[in-house]
């Protein structure tokens, strides 16, 4: 929602336009990255109408952007996408669409990419004995895309995280001690890949000491399109359809395990299996998002080709008296493979929905506000307003507490990080000669000089600080809740300000940008202190207690500089934001030792009592949460029954998800409905004046039918009239809501499709004849599978493997399959299962009246010589 403009001595000011700030969480699988291609493109498009052309160049913008840019100006406000997280088909648009951003350019035409790129045919061409289709043929595809980016159109550029996950065939995992100190390894096949374009801070040990320096990473240019082509590879490598590929190219890329090691390098294959929608990764990026000279509203876009809602199918009836469930054998095989997939997102969805909950139970920066508002109302009143003056108290009484749950703590999240390296971890807590962790934390609060425990002591509370001993997170928290607070402030308070609306956001959002400039710094050397502590346990000789690990984080404090490094940020964002609101006309007449009193004090009564894990996490991001989805239907399309497809409407749900890889006409209408679905759903991102939303989508969706119908309708590339469009439109909603088999049917009797099948019979013979022989070493359960092949083999191979009296025989018995079988391939797939099938019943037939007549023959002999 725009920010209204007020008069200000007669004279109205505008309200600075909000930016609004996506990022994409998009999944999928085969096929659907067609769907989601055309979801890309949608969100280019948006992204481009936010964005002022290059200096020298003229705005050409097609009729769809210019209508972007008339939603955008209805709604004050601009777009901009700074963190893209992809899984599977959703990885592979996500590299081309992070890749544009990163570069400043527009993306290339996906409906080309697509068309030519999910052709079943090319990629059924020249594939290995490993896979059913050519990852080679795959892989050159997408590195083509990514160079077409560099041929496309110039665009604004801006910082951007790139997310990959795929999943690890091998890799080591993770020594862990149970609570009676008996070992066991944890196994981790989750691969999470991050590629960054912008600056950020770094803490570096230099000449001078430790100090922060800026890094300009460049994770998507020209150097890295290889590592960038890998991992969208890697994410999209569906098992069994694309061979896994190494991922060690990629090694430095990867998170959450490090120091690295040469085993940390594996075989992956599609992120789907393990992890089809990571929201983790995401909100932990855009808690360390800076803001720009603007007011800013963040939202977290799910991108996912699936309606999700489903009508009950009636499984599981119950069948007479004897109480069975009428189920079908393969369902719940069926259900096993698919109901993890389910649980994880269920999980994920459950984390984000708990964080957008958490908020409003736990928000420090609610406190603050309460604060500011009791200190405003009170005027020049000498003393706190009753809720500050309360909560100072409390904290006070509360102090000791506080610092024994820290303690205890900050020792556990040190034991779990060193999990993450070379450390042993263990779980025993039992008093022995290293100590439980109850006893080190209490010896630690006997220590009054440690570097990241706040003493008992007014002064730490109150007092004019010398050095910071509340540690990395209550710093991070701190400055989290200052950023919150003016961006709440800029977009509640400051139009009600007589100061100006510009000018009063203008300062708030200036000393937001200096807050969480200071906050990434903070995070910086958040990254440092992992790191040492890590190198200082693996140059430790013997596991790692809890005493010596606690010794080791003091002298990291120390090593590090963080006490006094860490201070002078606080008192540097806590004069930001008081020079900010005095600025703005908002001041309540703190000074910046003030600020970070109050700020203490919510921090140790939100804490005090807080599990382990939350006393050290950062406050949860600010989001809106938007799902995509095909879910609705085109207001063009007045037909009900048509209208009630939802996500039946796409080829690439069909045939399992491989559907759209068979006909460039399915592709092509994916492809549109990806940006009718993304332009439905990225109307509702505005708050727009009433009534014009339904316009605005009417309009949208008339100029990419226009855009994309012509190469069906006409043929020679001239734009089709809009009944045209919508003619074809509905031709393809028709004909999808025909079931798979008459879709498959209908292929099938086309040249084309026979051929195709006849490749795709071929590819899979040939993936199951590169079984092993049975006579290789190993294999357990393998066997019988290698044993069937060799018979297969035996049978069916136009020259026998092997010979002997028992082949020649096999093959005797087996002639007439083994005939149907290849007339079929050679005529008419489809024909290849029965054909078979009946020619066995035949054979065996034949074979078994052969013996029931030698039996008469052996029979009436034997009578006749009595």
Known sequence: MGVPSSGVHGVEQAAAPREVRLALVMNGGVSLAVWMGGVAHEIDLLRNASAHPPAGEPARPGEVEQIWSEVLAAAGERVVIDVVSGTSAGGLNGVLLATAIARGRALPSLRAVWERSASL????????????????????????????????????????????????????????????????????????????????????????????????QKDFGTDFTERLVLAARASASFPAAFPPVDDKPLLALQQRRRPWSESDSSCVMDGGVLNNAPFEPVLAAITGRGVAFSPVRRVLVYVVPSAGVRAQKGKGDRAGSHDIPNIPIYEPAWSALQYPSEANLRSSVDEMQARLHGRSRDMPSDLLARMWHEATEAGDAPLPPGLANHLIEAAQDLLGEYRRNRAYAIVLDARRRLADGTAEVTFADADGDDGGIEDCARLLLQQDDLAWVPRWRPDELTGVWSTWRWGLAAAERLLQCLSVHLRHLADHEAPARPTGVQAAQRALVEGDRRITDALGRVLAAIESADADLQTKAGASSGPVDIDTLASLMDRMYVDLDLPDVLL?????????????????????????????????????????????????????????????????MSPLVEDPGLARLGDKKLYGLRLGHFGAFIDPKWRESDFVWGRLDAAHHLLSLFALPDGSRPEFERRLHRAILKEEAPRAVDGDGTPAGEEQALAWLKEHLAQAERCDTDLLREQAETASGKQLMRDLTGAVIRVVDSTLSPATPGGGAKQPWRKAVQVGRTVFAARPPARGPRVWLLRALTVWPRRRARRALGDDPRKLHPGVLHAFVYNVAGAVAVLVGLAALITWLASRRR
């Open 121 to 216: 045919a090319g990629l059924l061409k020249d594939a290995t004995a490993s896979s059913i289709l050519n990852g080679e043929t795959f892989t050159h595809e997408v590195a083509k895309a990514v160079e077409l980016i560099d041929e496309s159109g110039s665009r604004a550029s801006n910082p951007v995280e790139l997310l990959m996950t795929a999943t690890a065939l091998g890799g080591s995992g993770f020594a862990f001690k149970d609570s009676f100190s008996n070992p066991f390894e944890v196994q981790d096949h989750r691969r999470l890949y991050r590629f960054r374009h912008g600056e950020r801070w770094t803490y570096v040990n230099t000449r001078d000491g430790w100090g922060f320096e800026t890094k300009k």
């Open 568 to 632: 002078r940020l606080v008192l540097e964002a806590s004069g930001a934001y008081v020079e900010a609101v005095e600025r703005a006309g908002l001041g309540a007449g703190w000074t910046a030792d003030d600020v970070i009193t109050r700020c203490l004090a919510i921090e140790v009564v939100t804490r005090v009592y807080a599990s382990p894990a939350r006393l050290l996490a950062p406050l949860p991001p600010e989001f809106a949460f938007l799902r995509l989805s095909p879910s609705s």
